[in-house]
C-alpha cells in the first residue's frame, strides 16, 4: 500500500492578510517569501519554497492541505489506491502544480468536504536558507514530520477514519475526555514520526479547522512565543502544558481569523501500539474559544 509520508502544506483563507503577515512573521517566526501574489503570499519555515499560503478571502477558514507521496511512482499508485477505494478525484492540471510549486497533484475532498492535495516534488531552496521573521533560538522542526498537524472538521467519524486509511495513514481514538456534558473520543491519524497529522471527531466545531500545530527545536522559543504573544494582546486559547498522546509542551493562541495555532516543543515519535488517555499530564487548559 503507497503512503503519504507527511502534511505538507496548507492553504488558508484570510480576510486581513496584514494581520495575518504580522501574526505569522512577527510574532509565530515564520518568513514571508519574497515575489508576492496579488491574491496571495506565502511563508516559509525550512528550504522549502512554503509552507503555508495565506490567500485574501471572506471564509478565515482552511482552504486546502497537502499530503506528500514519495514520488513519481508512488504518485500513479496512490491514483489506483483512490479508484479502489471508490474515492474520487482528478489530476490537476499542469499549470495548478506550478501554482502549488509542485511536480503534480491531485486534487480531490476528504468526507466532509474538506479541499485535499495529494503531490510528490516540492520546490526546494537549498539557496535560500531560512531566514525568521523575527528573532528565535532554534528552528522550526519539519523534516521527515513535515509541516506540523491539524485538527479539522469530521461529521462523520468512521468515513473520515476510511478516507485517511485509503491515503494509508493509521490511527484511531487516543483520548476520551469530558467536555461539558459530553465524552469526546478524537481520532489522531499518522503517517510518519509525528503521533498525528491530522486529527478529528472533537465536534461542535464551526469552522473547517480547529488549529495548525508548529513545532519548534528548542524550548526557549515556546517562551519567546507566549511572551510575544502576551506582548501583542493576542488571546491564549488553551493554556501551556504537556499532551499525553504526543507529549507536546504547547500552548494555543487564537489567530486572526479566530481558530488556532499550537506552538510546541518536545513531541515523542509515534506509537505504533494504541493507548487512550483521559486527560493530558499537566496544563493545557482551556479558555474561552478553545473549542466553539
Ligand atoms: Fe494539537
Not at 22 to 27: G, I
Not at 209 to 218: K, Q, S, T
Not at 220 to 232: F, M
Not at 261 to 289: C, I, K, L, N
Request: aromatic share 12%.
Amino acid at each position: 500500500m503507497v503512503q503519504v509520508t507527511e502534511l505538507s502544506y496548507m492553504g488558508i483563507g484570510v480576510k486581513n492578510p496584514d494581520e495575518w503577515k504580522n501574526f505569522a512573521a512577527r510574532t509565530i517566526g515564520m518568513e514571508l517569501a519574497e515575489g508576492e501574489e496579488r491574491d496571495r503570499c506565502y511563508f516559509r519555515m525550512d528550504y522549502w519554497h512554503h509552507r503555508i499560503v495565506l490567500h485574501t478571502d471572506d471564509s478565515d477558514d482552511l482552504m486546502y492541505l497537502g499530503f506528500r507521496v514519495a514520488g513519481p511512482e508512488e504518485f500513479r499508485e496512490m491514483q489506483k489506491q483512490l479508484s479502489s477505494a471508490e474515492i474520487q478525484f482528478r489530476v490537476g492540471s499542469n499549470a495548478e502544480a506550478v501554482e502549488r510549486h509542485v511536480l503534480e497533484v491531485l486534487k480531490l475532498n476528504d468526507p466532509d468536504g474538506n479541499p485535499i492535495e495529494i503531490f510528490h516534488g516540492p520546490q526546494v531552496q537549498y539557496s535560500t536558507p531560512f531566514h525568521p521573521g523575527r528573532r528565535m533560538h532554534g528552528r522550526f522542526k519539519t523534516g521527515a514530520g513535515g509541516l506540523g498537524h491539524c485538527i479539522i472538521r469530521e461529521k462523520d467519524v468512521p468515513a473520515a477514519i476510511r478516507f485517511y486509511n485509503a491515503l494509508g495513514m493509521r490511527g484511531g481514538v487516543e483520548y476520551k475526555f469530558q467536555m461539558g456534558k459530553q465524552v469526546v473520543t478524537p481520532v489522531f491519524m499518522h503517517c510518519n514520526e509525528r503521533d498525528h497529522s491530522v486529527a478529528f471527531g472533537i465536534g461542535g466545531v464551526k469552522k473547517r479547522i480547529n488549529h495548525l500545530m508548529i513545532e519548534v527545536d528548542n524550548l526557549d522559543d515556546v517562551g519567546l512565543t507566549y511572551d510575544l504573544v502576551r506582548k501583542h494582546n493576542l488571546p491564549i486559547r488553551i493554556t501551556p502544558g504537556k499532551h499525553s498522546n504526543d507529549h507536546m509542551f504547547s500552548f494555543y493562541v487564537g489567530n486572526p481569523s479566530g481558530w488556532m495555532w499550537e506552538y510546541g516543543w518536545g513531541a515523542r515519535p509515534a506509537t505504533h501500539q494504541s493507548e487512550y488517555y483521559v486527560e493530558d499530564m499537566y496544563g493545557h487548559e482551556f479558555e474561552p474559544g478553545a473549542f466553539d
